[in-house]
């Protein structure tokens, strides 16, 4: 009797293991498939390149595209 309580217990987990694998292949699928929002593009301050937002340095003239465009300040 214990074997077979021992069998269905074992049973029972690999099942909960597949179902796991199964639902986090799933979200990969799904997430790869949906394109990203568009990103705003922002102009720096110093040379007029186009880069996103989320790259762009903040400083005293405005949004910059690198760390030296940041230090000369804004033309």
Avoid: W
């Avoid at 214990?2 to 909960?16: E, M, P, R, T």
């Avoid at 179902?19 to 990969?28: V, Y």
């Avoid at 949906?34 to 949004?63: F, K, Q, T, Y």
Wanted: glycine share 10%; with cysteine.
């Amino acid at each position: 009797m214990s074997k077979l309580i021992l069998l269905l217990f074992l049973g029972l987990l690999a099942y909960l293991v597949f179902k796991g694998f199964q639902r986090t292949a799933s979200r990969r699928r799904n997430d790869a498939g949906r394109p990203r929002a568009p990103e705003r593009m922002v102009i720096c301050a110093r040379c007029g390149v186009h880069l996103p937002e989320s790259e762009a340095l903040e400083g005293d003239g405005g949004r910059f595209c690198s760390e030296e465009h940041r230090r000369l300040g804004a033309v």
